[in-house]
T-cell receptor
Framework: AQKVTQAQTEISVVEKEDVTLDCVYE???????LFWYKQPPSGELVFLIR??????QNEISGRYSWNFQKSTSSFNFTITASQVVDSAVYFC?????????????FGKGTKLSVKP | AAGVIQSPRHLIKEKRETATLKCYPI?????VYWYQQGPGQDPQFLIS???????DKGSIPDRFSAQQFSDYHSELNMSSLELGDSALYFC?????????????FGPGTRLTVT
């Protein structure tokens, strides 16, 4: 069965620290997609990144970087030099090509607090 | 660029009442997804529609129904509301239901049942 695990419920860091949010997934599909979403206190879900199962290249976007490793079924997210505005709940999500017909399976989320 | 529109943004209902949530997808998007996010919880998939037909069904209670209309907007109808239905309801849209499943989320409707 498909599943996304975000073991870190809450993380608190001081501004300018680097922080890594962990995500481990389970799926039987060979083709699947992984996502990260940010949910600030205002409540909306902000899309950050999508990765397909055939592309293990790591990606960097400004202060954000993602490490996808199929061997460990992990898709971790690192924020470099964190800022107060990064405070939010971050969700990792999985979508299978055949199993779920596109709907997203979310992890429980990691609440990140960045203190000044 | 146009985004997904949800209305109303906030809704307060009493137990046993009914509620209707509306979702207007991004123009030309033909697939709509509904998710429910309880307080402190992750979003849970409820139901999806592709080209006005139900595509997939998740953990949607029997008291809820939904449909997608000819103009591709979707409505989620909720009857006999319970306190546990208090949640943030998201609608997302995508251009067809195939990969890469890029879903664009609306701002959500916050439903409070008292």
């Amino acid at each position: 069965a498909q599943k996304v695990t975000q073991a870190q419920t809450e993380i608190s860091v001081v501004e300018k620290e680097d922080v890594t949010l962990d995500c481990v997934y389970e799926t039987r599909d060979t083709t699947y997609y992984l996502f990260w979403y940010k949910q600030p206190p205002s409540g909306e879900l902000v899309f950050l990144i999508r990765r397909n199962s055939f592309d293990e290249q790591n990606e960097i976007s400004g202060r954000y970087s993602w490490n996808f490793q199929k061997s460990t079924s992990s898709f971790n997210f690192t924020i470099t030099a964190s800022q107060v505005v990064d405070s939010a709940v971050y969700f990792c999500a999985l979508s299978e090509a055949t199993g779920s017909q596109g709907n997203l399976i979310f992890g429980k989320g990691t609440k990140l607090s960045v203190k000044p | 660029a146009a985004g997904v529109i949800q209305s109303p943004r906030h809704l307060i209902k009493e137990k046993r009442e009914t509620a209707t949530l509306k979702c207007y997808p991004i123009p030309r998007h033909d697939t709509v997804y509904w998710y429910q996010q309880g307080p402190g919880q992750d979003p849970q998939f409820l139901i999806s529609f592709y080209e006005k037909m139900q595509s997939d069904k998740g953990s949607i209670p029997d008291r809820f129904s939904a449909q997608q209309f000819s103009d591709y907007h979707s409505e989620l109808n909720m009857s006999s509301l319970e306190l546990g239905d208090s949640a943030l309801y998201f609608c997302a849209s995508s251009l067809d239901r195939g990969p890469p499943y890029e879903q664009y989320f609306g701002p959500g409707t916050r439903l409070t049942v008292t």
